[in-house]
């Protein structure tokens, strides 16, 4: 066997390695020590060291004064490039929601305790949701944000949100963590989310979540809220659900590595 492979399809030990590590400090939401890496993926200590070393030197990770290891900026760049490429996948679908319902159509990643907006196609009526393509929100606040918090399971939303203050923008939005947890069971039982007013008053999202890696994008239709009723919401989801699911076949045919769609629980 060759130095660094591991004879799993070919895989470089190492480069496997090293992407558990990457994962483990993005999944906890915080820097984290040596122990606790070494807990978390079963790995020596010395070869998680020497990885580590390895990865601070590339700037993916970055040391804290406190010994501890958190991810570094060289990521911000992979990341605004991986944001980009999901763009043009995306919009067609997000054309096709406009024609067929005629309001604004979004497409947004997860990234914490936020989204990021990736993509937009804009209703045509005169009054109609913008929102800035890159713009960052609070999640529990948005359609998008509830529908991929849904894919996770509650204890690992308890410990993101551990120490989040939810700051009221509306008289609907959710103020604590129980009351997103119990929306939560709402979007998992359901398959969709819905943001009544909870961003800005008087508009109304409807929102699904994109099945599988990535597993943090979600496709959404939103508008005043006299237009998002009731029956544009029973219209939108399946159509949603549709383009959710195309979107997902899409990337498992462009990267078939990629693991199966994984429920939430």
Known sequence: MARGSDGEGGGVQSVKRALQIMNVIADTGAPCGLSELAGATGLPIATIHRLLRTLIGAGILRQEPDRRYALGSALVHLGDQALAMIAPLVRPHLTALVDALGETANA?????????????????????????????????????????????????IAEVYANTEFVATTPTTITC??????????????????????????????????PGPPSTLALSVSGPTARINDGL?????????????????????????????????
Do not use: W
């Open 233 to 265: 919401v029973a219209r939108a989801v399946p159509l949603l659900q549709q383009s959710s699911s195309a979107i997902a076949a899409a990337n498992r045919a462009t990267y078939p590595g990629l693991p199966a769609p994984r429920a939430a629980r």
């Open 177 to 210: 963590l129980d009351d997103l947890l119990r929306q939560l069971q709402s979007v998992r039982r359901d398959g969709y989310a819905i943001d009544d007013g909870e961003q800005e008053i008087g508009v109304r999202c409807v929102a699904v979540a994109v």
């Open 108 to 156: 947004a990643r997860l990234e914490g305790t936020q989204i990021v907006y990736l993509a937009q196609v804009p209703s045509r009526h005169q009054m109609r949701m913008f929102t800035e393509v890159g713009r960052r929100v609070e999640a529990y606040r948005t359609a998008v944000g509830k529908a991929m918090l849904a894919q996770l399971d509650d204890q690992m």
